[in-house]
């Protein structure tokens, strides 16, 4: 079989449009994408930056290797993050007294400001984004979310954000 009637051969095509992980993908840059410019104009947040600010603002307390855990970031990104809230006086650091390599992470009065600001304005879009929905279709949405999560889980663990 020639390369060219390969590619068209059903069996060998892979249709990126059905394709479930690329479609989530996409999916996440459009709505991460969109998110984005709201904290980015008026805050001037990175998409790194919120996360930051988003994990601290619901866990108060955390490493830069705690952040990248939970949000699937690398650890050079956390840190750039990291840098730049603390230069802007968003976050400070302080001494882990059981592990002098780490620092905890907390957010400032500013930083707790600009976490306030942007989660009403976040809830505003996830209500936008989810107005597609039928009655009922947001809640089997996050059910089937949370079963394909839970699944990847044990095909695929998470990743040491120090790698």
Do not use: C
């Not at 619901?58 to 990291?82: E, F, L, N, W």
């Amino acid at each position: 079989m020639s390369v060219s009637a390969a590619a068209n051969d059903s069996r060998t095509l892979l249709k990126l449009e059905e394709f479930l992980p690329y479609r989530l993908v996409i999916l996440s840059a459009r709505t991460s994408n969109a998110l984005a410019r709201i904290y980015a104009e008026r805050f001037q947040l990175t998409i790194p930056q919120w996360r930051v600010i988003a994990t601290l603002g619901q866990y108060p307390v955390r490493t830069a290797r705690d952040i990248a855990r939970h949000g699937m970031m690398h650890k050079s990104t956390v840190s750039r993050a990291v840098t730049a809230l603390v230069e802007r006086g968003l976050l400070r650091k302080e001494p882990n007294a059981f592990d002098m390599r780490e620092e905890h992470l907390r957010l400032t009065e500013e930083g707790r400001a600009i976490y306030e600001a942007v989660v009403p304005q976040a809830r505003s879009f996830e209500e936008e984004i989810t107005a597609a929905f039928a009655p009922g279709e947001r809640a089997e949405f996050i059910r089937l979310i949370e079963k394909l999560d839970a699944h990847t889980r044990n095909l695929a663990p998470d990743p040491d954000p120090d790698a």
